[in-house]
């Protein structure tokens, strides 16, 4: 049993003792591995300490030589570490003992900001571009932009901050002044009298334009931008700025100027001056097309105006009917004319002339005059003195007289030198002379004119009377010189007068007027008045002058004329019924035999035999003749010039009847115009004229084929008829005679009795006129010519 234990306790202590010399192996081999570990970490940890060391030299050189200020603080605020440029920064020193708390430098305003700013560090472990004022030892107000994070110790834990700060304070303020600048340059070039536009480096499209560019041609900003420059540009310009422009977007120029049109929104035409610039980056490359746009369509159209009326002003000095040159104070000539070449007979052209010495021209010209050599004197003394002298008159061997004017040009009151004109005035001294002699002349003739003559001044006094008109109202010219002509004549005529003038004004009548009085001498005149204004030479008004006619005795001999043309008158009536009365005893006796030479031929013709019977036929035709001049003597008579009843007739259709009416034998035709005119006239007398001029026709045709026409021919106020046979035709002689009463017509088998008479009196009732065209054998024309 013992040893039974005993062998246990032995394996136990065997195997304790295994298992120790196994740990032992175990443990020897960990601390060789150990020591192996410690060995190597000895030599990391001393790699490392070198390596730590290096950092911390590095990093206290980048903290002794970075130009910010550096600071490391504490969690409360306090100033661990800071660097040269943080001290100079806060004016403050570092004092381990005393640190200083940053946060009791911040800005008051922005002491509540700027601990939020901390906060938020702590919570994400770094701030970027916090900003915040301080204010520094020396009361100076800084503006800080800080980058910050947070420190933290071996354990992790956050033991402080530390942070890179910049003075931002002249940044701030430079920042400031730019906006400040920015906004004047905004308001200067948006409010700038010239427009300004920013167009990309090589298209046409609107960058940016001021609110001038747009008020001038009318457009929004927005509206520009949706245009092209090309697109507003003027047609005709806009070839020569593509040009431009293109040269600019290649580099070859760096500007340009130009005067273009733009045409506008509502569609007027702009003139600009337009100035565009290259803006070119730092590589030389180009970035905008920088356009300034000035407004000169007033200038332009002043311009042309000045250019119109320089035009103008040439024209006219090189028309002008007086020699004009204009000289410079160095007496070269500046202006000279086509008149000043022919007065002094200078074989050159004015434009010539410019630049010439005016000295030469005196030596070459003075021959001319009558006193050369005064002529020479005259003009130096007149340049010497320099004074304005007009009408200077000078004489030239040929006879010819000249004024000449000199006009000295002075500006800022600096001599600039001179003008002289000449005008040819020996027509009108000439002129003024043969005057002087007419009016002498007729001084004479008016005193002893027929016709009274009174001038009179603007109060209707008398300043003068011929001796006419003394002797028509009986006064001595002494006596109403300077006296009312009004009261030369009774107060009831003078109203009569004047209420008669203006009648005949209302009405629109002559200022002739007649005046009926009483002269100074008691007897009945009558005056035919008629007055006009009298001018002074500045074309007022000074007075009147009225000439007077005595038509005292031209009425009595009107007044004998009525009483005789009344006599006249009651003469024809009782002609007029004597010829009635006449026609009618003469017609009883010729139808008498008539009557008994119809019942011969009825009652005894076979006895009478056939030359018996043709006797007979000779007696009732005669008969009938004498009863148609009867007629004709009566209706002659009866035509006067009172104005019959008009009505408006139709020509076609009288002549027409009158062609179914009178006798017509068969070889003969008769052609109307179908055109024949409607007029206004007396139905009865028209076809009476008619009638007789193609009964006439009718009874002096001696061909075989005979024709008779009416045709009509329109003029712009007139109507011409016209009624042609081709019959025997009448004798020139008799052409100028024919329309006399009774005339008879050499080669006609009758007279034409009184009917071309009554035609010729019935065109005179209306104004009209006839007249003919005829050939012996060939045949006539009548024409008759009426107004409309």
Partial sequence: MGDIVINDLRKALENERKARLEAEKKLEAYISQSEQKIKALKEKTHSFQEELLQKDSELKGIFENINDAFVLIDLKGNVIKMNDIAIAMFGYNYDASKPLNLMKIVHPED???????FQNLVKQGFYSKYRSRIITKDKTIKTLEVNCSLVYNRKGEVTGAQGIARDITEEIKIRELLEEQKHQLDIIFNNSPIGIVLSEEHDDDFVFANNTITKMLGYTLEEMRALTVNEFTHPDDREVSRILRGKISSGEINNFTQEKRYIKKDGDILWAKTIVNSVKSPESNLKFQVATVEDITENKLAKQKL??????LTSLISNLDSAVLLENEKREIVISNKKMCEIFSIPMEPMELIGLNCLKMLDDTKHLFERPDYFAARINKLIKDKKVVLGDELRLIDGRILERDYIPISKDDEYKGHLWTYRDVTLSRNYRKSLETHKKRYSNIIANLKLGLVELDR??????????FMKMTGFEEEKIVNKDIRDLFKKEKIIEFIQQRNKDKKGKKSGSY????????????????????????QGEITGSIGIVLDITHIKKLESQKEELLKKLEQRNIELEEYAHIVSHDLKSPLRSISALTSWLKEDYGVELGEEGTQNIDMIQEVVEKMERLINDILNYSSINNDGAPSEEIDTYKIIYDISKLIYVPKHIKIQIDKNLPKIKADKVRIQQLFQNLMSNAVNYIDKKEGLISVHVKEKKKSYVFSVKDNGVGIKKEYHNKIFEVFQSLGNHKDSTGIGLSIVKKIVDVYNGKIWLESEEGVGTTFYIEFNK
């Fill in 111 to 117: 002491y509540e900001y700027t601990l939020k700013a």
């Fill in 307 to 312: 250019i119109e009326s320089e035009n103008r």
């Fill in 459 to 468: 109060r209707n006094k008398i300043l003068s009377a011929n001796n006419n």
């Fill in 514 to 537: 007649e005046f009926k009085f009483i002269n100074n001498l008691n007897q009945e005149k009558v005056l035919l008045v008629s007055a006009a204004p009298n001018f002074d030479i």
